[in-house]
């Protein structure tokens, strides 16, 4: 299971890669402009603070020849554990298929259908990215979706897997999890949401108090 950070934040990225096991970042168009800041200085402080971890980040471009121009630039200034997001449009799927050919690592991205994925993962794709609320917003089943490309990749032996996105709350990050989705994209607020409940702090709480009866502010290690 893996979880990434959707935020191209530098505070945030720093923060939540300390405090988490984060396996990367992915980025967008939006994401990266939401910073108001230089794209490469940017993004290369992002790849400096995550280390190898994995760094995703989309092409611009309409045609297939210029994706595959942006991707091999991204791949030479943000090194090797960068992913190229793609869109999965018939430009997109072209590009992917060179792009791995060149060895890249690949993300097949505003994934909506279970076609979009089978033919993104025969083109070679490394994730495919389904947008879990912008599926829901459509009143598409996102659960059932995902849910059959899991099946589809199994039943087919492909190594593609799920990077579902575009989350709007911790229950539809739980449902593309418990469906088969080997990952997931998260923004930090519903990441922090997770362990964030007052219930969780009573209980904390309640050992507080009674560790402080018998032993005082001691810690374990002063004992
Ligand atoms: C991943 O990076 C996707 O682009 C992102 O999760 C889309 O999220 P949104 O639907 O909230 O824009």
Redesign the pocket.
């Known amino acids: 299971m893996e979880i990434l950070l ?1 935020t191209a934040n530098l505070e945030q990225i720093k923060k939540y890669t300390e405090l988490y096991d984060i396996t990367g970042v ?3 168009p ?2 990266i402009s939401r910073e108001k800041a230089e794209f490469w200085p940017l993004l290369l402080e992002v790849r400096k603070i995550i280390g190898d971890r994995q760094l ?1 980040v ?1 092409v611009t471009a309409d045609t297939w020849e210029e994706m595959i121009k942006e991707g091999e630039c991204i791949r030479e200034k943000l090194g090797k554990d960068t992913y190229i ?1 793609v869109p999965t449009t018939e430009q997109g799927i072209c590009a992917m298929k060179h792009l791995k050919a060149e060895g890249a690592n690949v993300t097949a ?2 994934v909506y259908t279970t076609q979009q994925a089978m033919m993104a993962s025969s083109a070679g794709a490394d994730y495919v ?1 389904p ?1 879990f ?2 599926m829901n917003n459509l009143n598409v089943d996102s659960k059932k979706v995902i849910g059959d490309m899991a099946n589809l990749f199994k039943i087919h032996d492909k190594k593609t897997k799920i990077l579902a ?4 709350n911790t229950e539809q990050v739980m449902d593309a999890l418990m469906v088969g989705a080997q990952a997931v ?1 998260v ?1 930090v607020d519903l990441l922090t949401t997770m362990v964030e409940n007052a219930i969780i702090d009573f209980a904390v709480e309640g050992f507080k108090k009674d560790w402080i009866k018998t032993y005082g502010d001691k810690k374990i290690y002063e004992l």
């Open positions: 959707d992915t980025s967008n939006t994401i995703h989309q997001k991205t505003a990215a947008y609320n912008r996105a575009s989350f709007k994209t923004s």
